[in-house]
């Protein structure tokens, strides 16, 4: 193990050591079409010329995992499914409008409560006036 540690030492040029930190919150990698069909190219192009691609996948931070999906993926001969995908839920066909309507119920209901609340205290003020004699009635 000691052995190992120094010769991953020797191999860094510049003598840094990596950075220990962590960051606060994991960023997803993400791969473009043209990096995934070229890795795909690449480790094809090794397997047919015998040579070792476990060496290259992790130079490049992959694991075969990567290359098997990927592979499946060229097969089925769809592009859009070698892009990144968006994760999580999909928005929901109308749910804009059904939003925008639930706010509108809301709003309407809202108005109608004040309206009638308003047109209670107008009556009560009629009735005040009458008593008063401040208005001639009718």
Known sequence: ??????????????????????????????????????????????????????????????A???ISHWRKAREEGSLHALEPR???RKPEPGADIIRENQGLRAENDKLRRQLEQSELVIDVQKKLSRLLGLVEQR
């Open 1 to 62: 193990m000691k052995d190992r540690q120094e010769n991953n030492k020797a191999k860094r040029s510049d003598g840094a050591r990596p950075d220990p930190e962590v960051p606060a919150v994991a960023q997803r990698r993400r791969f473009s079409a043209k990096f995934k069909n070229d890795v795909l190219d690449e480790v094809d192009r090794r397997r047919a010329a015998g040579q070792e691609i476990g060496s290259y996948l992790r130079k490049n931070g992959l």
């Open 86 to 88: 968006k994760r999580g």
């Open 64 to 66: 075969t995992a990567h």
